[in-house]
């Protein structure tokens, strides 16, 4: 059966789309049972409706405060079966309101290489400061920002005084390739996690291996 996956989104959702993009080509075997947006404008939802995934829109704005917001969006994805909750581009810190109930089950994609440049500038921080290489980093959540556990990491070379914006062209381009390869591993039910370490078992399939310019660890497999 299919894993059953609620996303998350505030923005244009292009990491949803690659989602999306992954199922309809069958290498993802995941069921999108709700996307949902703390803002109802967002580009994220229409591209839900056109795949034909369930939405939701909560304003977080109309709630007194972050708990009993993280409580009605609890209640939606419960309500939906979600076994996996899938952050993509959701800009919102969660509350123990909402983790708690779904401990182990919620996951985060990052565009730097975690423990360094946590944030939402995390991209531009990594350049600021002059690293050679940065990233992305897909990680458990809990309810400190970008401090959960890691589970997969690809890493991309930062070219001196190059524009930012060509920068995070780079590291999108495998933001698209390495969550939806991380939620397959959890389709799969090959994720493992003690404490901070993550662990893939492996599968029997051929493993991509990095070509000198890029690395990807644990590695990308075929389709991804």
């Known amino acids: 059966m299919p894993l059953k996956i609620a996303i998350l989104a505030s923005g244009s959702g292009t990491n949803a789309q690659a989602m999306f993009d992954k ?3 069958g290498l993802l075997d995941a069921r999108v049972v709700l996307v949902l947006s703390n803002r109802p404008q967002a580009t994220v939802l229409e591209r839900a409706r056109a795949f034909g995934a369930p939405v939701c829109a909560l304003d977080h704005k109309a709630y007194p405060d972050r708990e ?3 409580r009605a969006m609890l209640a939606e994805v419960q309500r939906s079966g979600a076994e996996l909750v899938v952050l993509a581009g959701y800009m919102r810190m969660l509350t123990s309101a909402f983790l708690q109930p779904l ?3 919620v996951i985060n994609l990052h565009p730097a290489l975690l423990p360094s440049f946590p944030g939402v500038h995390g991209g531009a921080d990594a350049q600021g400061w002059g690293v050679k290489i940065t990233g992305c ?3 458990f959540v809990d309810e400190k920002m970008d401090n959960g556990a890691v589970i997969a990491q690809a890493a991309v ?3 001196p005084d190059e524009p930012l914006d060509n920068l995070m062209q780079r590291i999108h381009s495998f933001e698209h390739r390495l969550y939806p390869q991380v939620i397959q591993w959890f389709a799969e039910g090959r994720v493992q996690a003690k404490g901070r370490q993550v662990h893939i078992r492996p599968a029997h399939k051929e493993q991509v291996l990095p070509d000198g310019h890029w690395m990807v660890w644990p590695p990308l497999e075929a389709g991804f």
């Open 157 to 159: 070379p930062a070219l």
């Open 68 to 70: 009993s917001f993280d």
């Open 23 to 25: 199922i309809t080509a």
């Open 103 to 105: 401990a182990g089950r």
């Open 137 to 139: 980093t897909v990680h």
